[in-house]
């Protein structure tokens, strides 16, 4: 970088690549279709288990599948410790020698990661069986399966580093797509493992082998291929990092891992809690089901905001603060629109599909519901922060507010859950949110950005109230009207009101109209 010059250069899009909206669309695709395929894995597969297997070898399957996803653990925050190196090394002047060089060094300790934790898996499964510790004694294959299935997805996780490397480069949806077609692929091959062989390691095998030939290929073929100055001849800095400096890394990366580690248990703790600290099946039943709405809603807000998140990254890497500014306060609008939008949809018909779902068997709790769907719309904006957060080498800010966010969480829950059931962990939870991600986390990574952070929440919230408004209402006057019942009437019902929120959201495809909206939205 000899000037300032060239260092802006940095920031325009590349005339023959992708430009920064294209580069959203495909990311925000990928990733809605990532969701899908992971719905079908724990939902839609289910019938084609139970068609050959019974209800005792479908849950030995559930906890193997469980496992190898507790696999993202050994990352431990090296993915996002590369992340924010990469973006960093865009200002500098060697920055393919110097990415090459950390990249290097960094799947050094990543194979060292997943050697050790490997060998520990092993040797722990010969002391303890897996079978015995979990209730599986009388299913065959239970151990090796559980050991193919943790020990092959503990294999893939090197392929964060490069997946990281492609966020950093703007290929953020590259390496989602390629990881979808494994996904699919994987389905296919469970499906037909299950009916050739009825047998639990045949499924375990088909759906790992897919995924470690996802990342065998990233690594060994698809990043050098595009990546050109990863192969060992080119690295002009390169040299074998250090003990010292390898522990330095990892010690770097911790802040971002309990991060992450925290928002995972903000997930899963409360189902436990629940479960725990009330008698009432039922009740536990009813909170399981509805907290998966609200749990999806969340997945789907981070994954929104994983593209912008990337950008984003990038502007503040190179210190483009218009740049990044503008695009931050138009991310933060449209995660919430869009969270908005599925709320006020949610809250007219989600009993009735609760209904349908449930088959009558466990009773809606209107009170439940609302808390929960109204917190995930409130707390949309700050999930763009936390995301952004980790694209911005924020560890130290990350680790500290969800760490007191997980403690103020829990003193909630059990202070509130022996009195109010579910709904106490619902109030614990979205207390928790809005005081400490929102509060906290939200407004102050909105203080460091924006130009005028307030009147930029008031604005979130205005069109927060209307869109979940409007959304409740046309959805009670369609309910209201629809004189069918059952599982059409509930179909013939959304297919109405998505009708109607085309129609009144159809302004939007004139290029006019959006610039006026978004001239209107404080930064």
């Given at each position: 970088m000899n000037d300032g010059t060239s260092r802006r250069e940095t920031i325009a899009d590349v005339p023959d690549g992708p430009t920064r909206l294209q580069r959203l669309i495909h990311g925000w695709s990928a990733n809605l279709v990532q969701i899908l395929l992971g719905l079908t894995q724990q939902l839609l597969l289910i019938p084609a288990f139970l068609h050959v297997w019974t209800a005792d070898v479908l849950a030995a399957w559930l906890a193997i599948y469980a496992s190898g996803s507790l696999m993202v653990v050994a990352d431990a925050g090296l993915q996002l410790r590369a992340v924010n190196r990469f973006l960093v090394f865009k200002t500098c002047t060697d920055c393919d020698g110097r990415t090459a060089s950390f990249y290097a060094g960094m799947?050094?300790?990543?194979?060292?990661?997943?050697?050790?934790?490997?060998?520990?898996?092993?040797?722990?499964?010969?002391?303890?069986?897996?079978?015995?510790?979990?209730?599986?004694?009388?299913?065959?294959?239970f151990d090796f399966a559980l050991l193919v299935m943790t020990v092959g997805m503990l294999v893939t996780v090197p392929a964060n580093l490069t997946s990281g490397l492609y966020r950093a480069r703007g290929y953020y949806s590259r390496p989602v797509w390629l990881q979808n077609i494994a996904l699919l692929l994987g389905q296919i091959a469970q499906v037909v493992a299950v009916l050739a062989s009825r047998n639990l390691l045949a499924v375990a095998v088909a759906f790992v082998s897919t995924q470690i030939a996802f990342a065998v290929f990233l690594i060994a073929f698809d990043a050098p291929r595009l990546f050109p100055f990863l192969?060992?001849?080119?690295?002009?800095?390169?040299?074998?990092?250090?003990?010292?400096?390898?522990?330095?890394?990892?010690?770097?990366?911790?802040?971002?891992a309990a991060g992450s580690f925290t928002e995972l248990s903000l997930v899963n703790l409360p189902v436990l809690l629940v479960s725990s600290l009330i008698a009432d099946r039922i009740a536990v039943a009813q909170w399981g089901l509805t907290r998966v709405i609200a749990t999806l809603l969340r997945a789907l807000c981070q994954q929104v905001s994983m593209p912008l998140a990337a950008e984003l990254g990038h502007d503040y890497a190179i210190g483009d603060k218009e740049r990044l500014r503008r695009l931050y306060a138009r991310g933060s609008?449209?995660?919430?629109?869009?969270?908005?939008?599925?709320?006020?949809?949610?809250?007219?018909?989600?009993?009735?599909?609760?209904?349908?779902?449930?088959?009558?068997?466990?009773?809606?709790?209107?009170?439940?519901?609302?808390?929960?769907?109204?917190?995930?719309?409130?707390?949309?904006?700050?999930?763009?922060?936390?995301?952004?957060?980790?694209?911005?080498?924020?560890?130290?800010?990350?680790?500290?507010?969800?760490?007191?966010?997980?403690?103020?969480?829990?003193?909630?829950?059990?202070?509130?859950?022996?009195?109010?059931?579910?709904?106490?962990?619902?109030?614990?939870i979205v207390a928790s949110d809005l005081a400490i991600q929102s509060g906290l986390l939200g407004l102050l990574i909105l203080g460091q950005t924006l130009q005028h952070p307030l009147r930029h929440v008031a604005f979130l919230v205005a069109i927060m109230i209307v869109i979940v408004s409007i959304g409740w209402s046309i959805g009670c006057v369609v309910a209201s009207q629809t004189q069918v019942g059952g599982l059409a009437g509930f179909v013939v019902e959304c297919a109405i009101w998505l009708m109607v929120v085309a129609a009144l959201v159809s302004p939007l495809a004139r290029r006019k109209v959006r610039d006026r909206l978004v001239s209107l939205i404080p930064v």
């Open positions: 799947m050094r300790i990543y194979a060292t990661v997943v050697v050790f934790i490997g060998v520990l898996l092993i040797g722990a499964t010969q002391f303890w069986r897996p079978s015995a510790v979990l209730g599986f004694h009388a299913t065959a294959d192969r060992r001849g080119d690295m002009r800095h390169r040299r074998d990092p250090s003990w010292r400096w390898s522990v330095g890394q990892l010690g770097l990366a911790l802040p971002f609008v449209f995660v919430t629109a869009i969270a908005s939008l599925i709320v006020g949809g949610l809250l007219a018909f989600w009993q009735d599909f609760f209904a349908l779902w449930t088959r009558g068997t466990v009773p809606y709790d209107g009170q439940l519901t609302i808390t929960l769907l109204f917190g995930s719309a409130a707390i949309a904006p700050s999930l763009l922060a936390l995301v952004f957060a980790y694209h911005s080498n924020r560890g130290m800010l990350l680790a500290r507010t969800k760490l007191l966010q997980l403690a103020v969480f829990l003193g909630l829950s059990f202070v509130l859950i022996p009195t109010l059931g579910p709904l106490g962990a619902a109030l614990a």
